[in-house]
């Protein structure tokens, strides 16, 4: 593993699949593990890699399960709940021979920290959350359930539920289309992908300055030879972590947490969350809040459209515990 900043690969096995994972940085360092979301990979912070490994830690991305170059788990989607993939991944700082590491994590890279913070508070020093804040459990009402009630069945989260049907769709579309307008798209309130068709596979749609056609050609070659039915079993397998997460019902997040989104996301224009960030909710559940950024008209992939800022404030922040 290179100290300079070069990318290096990987696979390990952990738990109940093999992960392909990159690294950069000193093998002795600090390690800060990096979780991506969807539809991304580990590729997602080729930015904040190179900066992580310069200030000193060991930078370690997995392809999360069922992504890129890692295996999928055997089974169905109830194969990706919470507690399955914080399993794999305490399995996976285990196998760095690590006790505890910092995580950073966005979109549902930031879901599964949460969970692993729950979980396993013991095995992370601080978090970096990029865009997804804490959601509290509801104890009346099931994940996919309060969606659909709020936005009904065309709310993406609702149309990735029937199992083949948006692998479908998303064939028609062609992948490189398909992760075309989810990087691009930034619309500041939900994202609806109707039954009937999310557009015409000629539709054509023009890169920000921030991704490249070199960027949507990664993506496009790791996520036709996977496709995305692992990363749409984490969407199918949210109202089974409710129902085996009852447990943690009113938990508290006790790790030291640093929350960053952009005000164009998605994310941060869903029904109630502006209040809950900014009023005082998550701090009530992440006691150890250490302050939340709001980076003005920038959108979801908030890592890679302003690396440099978000390598910076992980760094200073995850300085503090050195």
């Known amino acids: 593993m290179a100290s300079d900043g070069v990318i290096t690969h990987r696979s390990i096995e952990v738990n109940r699949v093999r992960l392909h994972v990159a690294e950069a ?7 800060v593990l990096l979780l991506h979301g969807f539809p991304e ?3 997602t ?11 000193g830690y060991r930078a370690v991305a997995p392809d999360m399960p069922g992504y890129g ?13 919470a507690l399955h993939i914080v399993g794999d991944l305490v399995a996976l700082i285990d196998s760095l021979g690590q006790e505890r590491v910092f995580v950073v994590a966005h979109d549902w890279g930031a879901i599964i920290a949460w969970s692993l913070c729950q979980f396993r508070p013991d095995r992370v020093k601080a978090l970096v959350a990029l865009s997804v804040p804490f959601t509290p459990r509801d104890p009346a009402v099931k994940s996919v359930d309060g969606f659909r009630a709020l936005y009904g069945d065309d ?14 769709e998303f064939k028609r579309l062609g992948t490189e289309l398909v992760l075309r ?20 596979p000629d539709d054509e749609v023009p890169l920000p300055s921030w991704f490249t056609e070199e960027d949507v050609k990664y993506y496009t ?9 692992g990363g749409l079993n984490y969407y199918r397998a949210l109202n089974k972590t409710w129902e085996l997460t009852s447990p943690w019902t009113g938990a508290e997040i006790m ?6 989104v952009g005000d164009l996301d998605l994310t941060y224009n869903i029904a109630g969350a502006k209040d809950f960030i900014n009023k005082g909710g998550l701090k009530k559940f992440v006691p150890l809040l250490d302050g939340v950024v709001i980076m003005k008209d920038v959108g979801h992939f908030i890592n890679e459209e302003k690396p440099d800022e978000i390598s910076a404030l992980i760094i200073s922040f995850i300085k503090k515990f050195n």
Do not use: N
């Open 25 to 31: 940085g000193p093998a002795g360092a600090p390690v």
């Open 41 to 43: 990979l580990w590729y």
């Open 45 to 55: 912070w080729r930015h904040q890699m190179p900066a992580l490994a310069a200030a």
């Open 69 to 81: 170059d890692s295996e999928a788990p055997s089974g169905g989607p109830d194969q990706y709940t």
């Open 155 to 168: 709310f993406y989260i609702c149309s990735f539920q029937e199992p083949g049907a948006m692998e479908a």
């Open 181 to 200: 307008k989810f990087f691009v798209d930034r619309t500041a309130g939900p994202l609806f992908i109707p039954k009937s068709g999310w557009g015409s």
């Open 221 to 229: 070659t790791q996520f036709d030879k996977s496709g995305f039915i």
């Open 255 to 260: 790790v030291p947490t640093k929350f960053i």
